[in-house]
C-alpha cells in the first residue's frame, strides 16, 4: 500500500535550497585604473549591489555568498550593509583568492550544509533579469546537473590561426555553424554535489564552472539567456548598462 502522503519526486526536487556565489574579487583591468570591476559604479551604485540585488530578486534564493578580493572582505562587507537589501535573503562575504577558480571554491566551502543547488554568477552581470535566474533553478530542480543561460550568435563566427605577432592578419581555419553555437551568460546553476566534484577533480582547460562539469563527463544543459544579462567589461559596457537601468526607470519603476 502506498503512502501518498510522501512527496512525489518533482516535489522533493522543488523544496531543494539554492544558495549562490558571487565571485567578485578580480580587478577588471579592461575598464582600466581604479577601483576593482565588482565596485564600480552603475548609476552611482556599485555594480556588485546591482547583482547581488539581481540574484536575491528570486524567491528561491535565500543565501547570496560574496567572494571578496583577498583583502577586501571588510570592505565589501560594508558596501552591502550600506545598501538596501532583500530581508528574506541571506548574504556572507568571504575572501577570494588568486583566481576565479579558487574563489569559487571557497565560497563553495562556505555554504551551510542544507543548501542543494549552487548558482554561480559574474558579478560583471549585474542586470540579469530574474525570470533567467529563476530558469536556471527550475531546471536543476527537474534533475539537470548544470545549466547554463545562453543566447544563439547574432554574428558569424571564424576561428582562425593566431598570429605570431599582434596586429598581423591571422588566417581562417573553419567557420563553425552559427545554429550549433551559444554564447554562454550566468548564472550557471548545479547540483550541488557535482559541483564540488568539479571544483575537487579538474584544474585543467577551465573557461567556466560549466567546463568543468563537462569535464566529469556529465551534460551541461542550456536555457534561454537574456541580452541584459550582458557583461561589463569595457567602458562602452558602462554606457548600455547605464541606458538599460534608464530605461527599467522609465518603464518599470525601476
Known amino acids: 500500500m502506498s503512502d501518498d502522503s510522501r512527496p512525489s519526486r518533482t516535489e522533493s526536487r522543488t523544496a531543494l535550497r ?21 565596485l564600480r559604479a552603475l548609476n552611482g551604485t556599485p555594480m556588485l549591489i546591482h547583482a547581488v540585488r539581481a540574484l536575491a530578486a528570486s524567491r528561491a534564493v535565500s543565501l547570496v555568498v560574496v567572494v571578496a578580493p583577498p583583502d577586501g572582505a571588510p570592505e565589501v562587507k560594508s558596501l552591502l550593509d ?23 571554491k571557497l565560497g563553495l566551502d562556505a555554504l551551510p550544509p542544507d543548501y542543494d543547488i549552487v548558482l554561480v554568477h559574474d558579478a560583471a552581470r549585474p542586470l540579469v533579469p530574474v525570470d533567467t535566474v529563476d530558469a536556471v533553478i527550475q531546471a536543476v530542480r527537474e534533475g539537470a546537473p548544470a545549466v547554463v543561460p545562453a543566447l544563439p550568435l547574432a554574428d558569424t563566427v571564424k576561428e582562425v590561426e593566431p ?25 550557471q546553476g548545479f547540483d550541488r554535489t557535482t559541483l564540488v566534484r568539479a571544483h575537487e577533480t579538474v584544474t585543467d582547460n577551465v573557461t567556466d564552472d560549466a567546463s568543468m562539469v563537462e569535464q ?7 536555457v534561454p539567456g537574456h541580452e541584459e544579462a550582458f557583461k561589463v567589461t569595457r567602458p562602452l559596457d558602462l554606457v548600455l548598462a547605464e541606458a ?11
Open 244 to 254: 538599460v537601468l534608464a530605461r527599467r526607470r522609465l518603464n518599470d519603476g525601476f
Open 18 to 38: 539554492t544558495a549562490a556565489v558571487i565571485p567578485a574579487a578580480g580587478r577588471g583591468v579592461r575598464l582600466g585604473p581604479g577601483a576593482p570591476k565588482a
Open 216 to 222: 566529469l563527463g556529465e551534460q551541461v544543459v542550456v
Open 82 to 104: 550600506a545598501h538596501a537589501l532583500p530581508d528574506r535573503t541571506d548574504f556572507l562575504v568571504v575572501p577570494g583568492g588568486e583566481s576565479r577558480q579558487e574563489s569559487v
Open 163 to 187: 598570429a605570431a605577432t599582434p596586429g598581423d592578419p591571422e588566417p581562417v581555419v573553419a567557420t563553425p555553424e552559427r545554429a550549433r553555437l551559444r554564447a554562454v551568460q550566468t548564472p
